[in-house]
Structures are given as structure tokens and as C-alpha cells.
């Protein structure tokens, strides 16, 4: 193979790459008699460009799956790759750079800052990780949600949908890799969900971005590429390009 062929199928590679895996992962809350396995040897890809929906019954491991994914918290066996980089020994500093740079979340609660502007709230990682925000850098990520013309409102001032599209503009400001969301439309009424979940999906759609996004809700679930279904911290099963209904339905199955 010539040099410029081994080059072009490393660029393939790194193309093709897994934007975040998690390989055997475990993670244990508590010591000993009391501790809890919320994930039980999980393996996964998720793959850059795509959105995945994880869904599981109350406490089978959503959240504990998305924050060690994220680096959040830390597991207790085996290996998180986000973005080619093993972080499961990575030290507390280099994950504390991770959080400001390759992953963004997305909370149900918004987690504004209610006494500052959207623009300011949009701001706040850029400057948490020591760098002058420009003005066009914050106001283009308000623009990409639709709301450019809202910049000087404090979050009092915005509707639960408004404020969650400037927690995904705060989110998108570092350009993140990866997006995490947890129970991104909880809070949110029909149509703002709706209007939520059309903005994720243009992001993946047009500019190639990774969600993965904890979900208790189906329509939620169907806008993804892909649903994971976890039950005492395992991937018990899957669907791909899912309808709502059969979301709902595989759900059903299981209280049966
Ligand atoms: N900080 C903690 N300390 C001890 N146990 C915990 C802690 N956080 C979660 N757990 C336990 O780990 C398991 C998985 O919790 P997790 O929050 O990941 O579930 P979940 O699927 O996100 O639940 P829900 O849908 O109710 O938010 C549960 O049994 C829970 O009680």
C-alpha cells in the first residue's frame, strides 16, 4: 500500500471513528455490602453524526451511563473513549478540561444563570476555561437556536423553551463533540419539546453532530437515529430509525 493510500485510509478511519465508547464499563455507587452496580459491563459506539436515545426504567441507569460517557463521574471498570481519548485514567484536571471542551450538556432543568443574559449565560464556558468570548462567537450560537433576538433577556424573561435553547447554545459554544442531553424536553410543554427536538435533530442532520440523550418520552425517542434500552444497568436491547409506537410498544412489553 502506498504512504498516500495508508494516508487516506487513516482519514477514513478517524472519519469513521466512534465520537464516544464505552468498552466493559461498570460503575458502582457505594462500597462493599451496600454498594449499587447501576451499569453492569456495558459496551457501546456511538457514532459520530448520529443521535441516540437511551431509555430504561426509573433507576435501571440512564443518568450513570450518560455521566460516565461524559466523563461526569468516573467508572469503576472499564474504558471511556471520547473522541480517540481513553479518559478513564485521565486525571482530575484533564477531565475537567474535557467538560470545556469536547462534551457539552444539557440539563432538564435549564441550570441558567438566572441574574445574567442569555448572551452572558452563552459566554460562561468560554470564559471558564480562561478565554475573551467574541461577540460573534456568542451571538452566532444564540442565532443557530433562534434566538438572536433575545441576547440581553435574563432567563425570568424567556419561556422553558427559550431558556433550553440557550442551554444548547451554552452547550454548542465550544463546539463540542459530543452533546449529551438528560431529559432535555422534561420540563417542556408539547410544542416547545417539539420545537426542542427539531433543533436537535437539524444539529445532527446539517452540521454532523453527536447527541446521545437520556429519554423517558417515545415521540422524544423516535426523533433519534437509534434507541438504547437499559434494565438494571445492562443494554438489554435496540432499535434503529424507531417509530413512536414501537418505542412505546417495546416499552409496554416490559411492565407486562
Ligand atoms: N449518587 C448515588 N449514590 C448511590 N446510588 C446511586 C447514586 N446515583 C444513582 N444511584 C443508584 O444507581 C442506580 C441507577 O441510577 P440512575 O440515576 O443512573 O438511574 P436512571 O435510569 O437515570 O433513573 P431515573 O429514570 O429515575 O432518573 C439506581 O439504583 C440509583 O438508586
Not at 432543568?109 to 452563552?122: D, P
Not at 431529559?183 to 427536538?197: N, Y
Request: net charge positive; hydrophobic share 45%.
Amino acid at each position: 500500500m502506498s504512504t498516500r493510500e495508508r494516508f487516506q485510509q487513516t482519514m477514513g478511519d478517524v472519519r469513521t471513528a466512534p465520537a464516544v465508547e464505552l468498552r466493559g464499563v461498570s460503575h458502582l455507587y457505594g462500597r462493599r455490602e451496600t454498594a449499587v452496580r447501576a451499569l453492569d459491563n456495558v459496551d457501546v459506539q456511538f457514532a459520530t453524526g448520529s443521535w441516540t436515545a437511551v431509555m430504561g426504567p426509573s433507576g435501571s441507569g440512564k443518568s450513570t451511563l450518560l455521566h460516565c460517557a461524559a466523563g461526569l463521574e468516573r467508572v469503576t471498570e472499564g474504558q471511556v473513549i471520547i473522541a480517540g481519548q481513553d479518559i478513564s485514567a485521565a486525571s482530575d484536571a484533564e477531565l475537567t478540561e474535557l467538560r470545556r471542551g469536547p462534551v457539552g450538556f444539557v440539563f432538564q432543568s435549564f441550570n441558567l444563570i438566572a441574574s445574567l443574559t442569555a448572551a452572558q449565560n452563552v459566554a460562561m464556558p468560554l470564559r471558564l476555561a480562561g478565554r475573551r468570548p467574541g461577540r460573534q462567537e456568542v451571538h452566532g450560537a444564540l442565532a443557530a437556536v433562534g434566538l438572536a433576538d433575545r441576547a440581553r433577556h435574563r432567563p425570568r424573561e424567556l419561556s422553558g423553551g427559550q431558556q433550553q435553547r440557550v442551554a444548547v447554545a451554552r452547550a454548542m459554544v465550544t463546539r463540542p463533540a459530543v452533546l449529551f442531553a438528560d431529559e432535555p424536553t422534561g420540563a417542556l410543554d408539547t410544542r416547545a419539546a417539539r420545537s426542542l427536538l427539531d433543533l436537535l435533530r437539524s444539529m445532527v442532520d446539517h452540521n454532523g453532530q453527536t447527541i446521545v440523550m437520556v429519554t423517558h418520552d417515545p415521540a422524544a425517542a423516535a426523533t433519534a437515529d437509534r434507541v438504547l434500552f437499559l434494565r438494571d444497568g445492562r443494554l438489554v436491547d435496540r432499535l434503529e430509525r424507531p417509530s413512536a409506537r414501537a418505542v412505546a410498544d417495546l416499552l409496554a412489553s416490559w411492565d407486562a
